[in-house]
């Protein structure tokens, strides 16, 4: 508080807290969201051949954390309908970026300074959006910092995790891939986002909410303009992850233990890992033979049919760098 | 209501809004749906190597409306279950459909006067069907036509809008297509049933509720006859939907955007239009070549996977036809 | 009542309704559900490239049950999270089962004598897990016996009944088997247990709670170490099952109508048969072709589909055959 109090913060902080998101920090949103799905692969040939499967995942990506978020807790998904002004903001976005005459609204919001304001703006809303959730599930389980954390994720990063899904409705199945096996860069915002602000709320992190909603929201914004200006796509917490993955999860016995050293180990109790690796090994030969998608050994081949998606998560900051 | 009382149609609308449903509309219903399910392809294989995963199946086709706008509404999808009655009915005719001994309810029941009769009676289960939705949503939220029109719509066409999970249930998987990328016809008239019943309801609609059931009902019934004998599968919308089509969804920038004029008009900032078709491409022929279900492009592959389905929901047109 | 008396089991009965699962047999269960996780084919991989969707689909493995009652009874499915205690030793076993270093953990609980025990132990939660959901259930919806069974089931039987959407989050995706077309031992066990259970809890079946509790534990426990020690995979009710299929399943009309007997007796009004299986035979040939996952006619390719999950259903038992 300290430091807020010298850096003549306290007011900025007490400022943001304040901020309204509607209309115009949704409208951000909404342009982000709806714009990153006519990116998607696929996508505009959707919009041209049932528009209302297309305004349906145009919603989804809008409210997806609220649908999401409303499952888990057993409330009606349909809730976001009742918004009718958003939904009706969300829809006219909707259709200006797919069907304006032109393709005016599209054009104009993929220029790189204007793309970079309306992200910022959506980075903000981030903020709002994980902090209704963890208080929204604080209300009803007082002490589960658990379960803050997943609504408060599942409201953040809601149109990522139900990606499988949403893209179901475009008639596209990549069961190979979703944002658990492989998260992109908001979702592990949002989750990080989602742990902070639970541990605020249980009080395990001694800072004042506005104060913490300042500093993640700095933190989203910069960073985002950042890859967007920069056109990497390397998350800042690379190296933190790596070193946690290498900590926790390799110990002493390796990825090598599928092959060699768990054999040793085991070999005279003849455990599964042997079995499992051989059938593994046969189904997915099996499976390149008949070409179906490979059900057993996902990983693998992951990092080909991943590549699309990648193109398209990145799509954003991608050819905002070619703008220039 | 002037020309109602002049037709003295206002006692037969009185009279038709007055009737129950259960048990001979219900039991039509039930038969009709148990009988599009066997007109499935893989259905009846699928009723003798498991007849559990069959009678679930044929539950999702009887009360997948109301397992539908349950789920959207926060109440247990279970509750259909708790109406003894109605299960009973319904199992009983799906065992006498699949498993009647000399085939003989399914055959008569697909003689062309009978099923004629029965497809009739269902249709008239529909009209309380989305008018049962409608009013549960409006008790709900007050002031939410979306709400109202997306319950009552679940309500009555249930069954086809959770096709790709009732499909699973039978092993089967078609992510290319589903009823929001290309609706069937009870699914189109049933959408608009709702809209009219939640205008109704609000009183933006100036006709009264009996008034509506009867014009509704009588419009579902007469088609529904007319495709029937006629055999066509033509929807009496497409000229109305192709106008609203032009109108709205092509404007000046046509699906030949994503080939050329867009190329031209954003020419200097290189969006990402160009890009996405690529890929697009890249990855579907990638698809081909793997053999894997295309998900980057299911609109292409979509006129040749979709006939199956087409064939099989027009069964119950066709088949008829070819009785007489 | 006179034999449980006869037999001394009275008080045996008692003491074994009031032992407390918490925390061994819990511990049992999860040690058992994670390894029958960490034996699926590629699930080694997937907590190499993503511990999170790792500990995910463990979680699922774990608390399935109560995640599938929960969405059933419209009662949140993150209600699992806020028992903190449970999901932290959940997820202690989950590191411990898939990190601990040379694997130390697995390699001990793979070893038949303690395999056994846990798999025994899992088996008795497997009964307080039915009568919860019988419970729950009941207090909910009084009279009706199918939400009773349903819920049971789905409590007991949760993780094998989700397994679809459990595969979905490591990547994996088979449409064409589920525990509803070709149930498990596990399943089938839990069915009958929740059966049972609904009938004492309305009184159909004359015995006290306590003791159908003792003969349905001791039934499971017996049967599953018979089943682990011989190595056999067969069900004890498979003549049964065999004996009922053939009353109720086949009739007059047996698997033979699809080609020939209905063709004759419904030659006249030409029905659907002959063009379903005309189209499904043309379609799988298609299907064969380019190589998609066969949605037609699931029931013909799945025993070879099928094989490697029975292998992994079954690696518990054979395995454990092996180590002797």
Redo the contacts between chains.
């Keep these: 508080m300290d430091v807020f109090g010298l850096l003549h913060l306290d007011e900025l902080s007490h400022g943001l807290a304040n901020l309204s998101m509607f209309p115009y920090f949704d409208m951000a949103h909404y342009i982000v969201s709806v714009m990153a799905l006519r990116?998607?692969?696929?996508?505009?040939?959707?919009?041209?051949?049932?528009?209302?499967?297309c305004w349906?995942s145009s919603m989804l990506f809008c409210f997806g954390g609220a649908v999401l978020s409303?499952?888990?807790?057993?409330?009606?998904?349909?809730a976001p309908?009742?918004n009718?002004t958003s939904?009706l903001l969300a829809s006219v976005i909707w259709?200006l970026v797919f069907?304006?005459?032109?393709?005016l609204v599209?054009?104009c919001a993929?220029?790189?300074p204007l793309r970079l304001v309306l992200s910022g703006m959506k980075e903000v809303t981030r903020t709002w959006k994980v902090l209704g959730g963890v208080t929204q599930a604080h209300s009803?389980?007082k002490d589960?910092?658990?379960?803050m954390i997943?609504?408060g994720w599942a409201k953040g990063a809601g149109g990522g995790l139900i990606s499988?899904f949403e893209?179901?409705?475009?008639?596209?199945?990549?069961?190979?891939?979703?944002e658990?096996?492989?998260?992109s860069y908001p979702t592990k915002i949002t989750l990080i986002g989602a742990v902070l602000f639970a541990l605020q709320q249980t009080h395990y992190l001694p800072l004042q909410k506005h104060h913490l909603m300042l500093l993640y929201t700095m933190f989203t914004v910069i960073n985002k303009s950042r890859m967007m200006l920069t056109g990497s796509s390397t998350s800042p917490f690379a190296a933190f992850e790596s070193a946690i993955?290498k900590t926790?999860?390799?110990?002493?016995?390796p990825?090598a233990?599928?092959t060699g050293?768990?054999k040793k180990?085991?070999i005279d109790?003849?455990?599964?890992?042997e079995?499992?690796?051989t059938?593994?090994t046969k189904?997915s030969s099996e499976n390149r033979a008949?070409?179906?998608?490979s059900?057993?050994?996902?990983?693998?081949g992951?990092s080909?049919?991943l590549k699309?998606k990648e193109?398209?998560e990145n799509?954003e900051t991608t050819?905002c760098k070619?703008?220039n």
Tied chains: 1, 2, 3.
Excluded at 180 to 183: N, S
């Design positions: 990116e998607q692969p696929g996508a505009l040939e959707v919009s041209r051949v049932s528009p209302l499967a349906f409303g499952i888990m807790l057993a409330e009606p998904p349909v309908l009742t009718s939904v259709y069907y304006c005459p032109m393709d599209y054009c993929a220029l790189l009803k389980y589960s910092l658990l379960v997943a609504i499988n893209q179901l409705v475009r008639g596209v199945w990549r069961p190979e891939t979703n658990l096996l492989k998260m993955y926790l999860f390799t110990g002493y016995s990825y233990a599928l050293e768990v180990a085991c109790n003849g455990t599964t890992n079995m499992t690796s059938s593994t189904e008949v070409g179906k998608s059900p057993a050994s996902p990983v693998r992951q080909e049919s699309a193109e398209s799509a050819d070619k703008t």
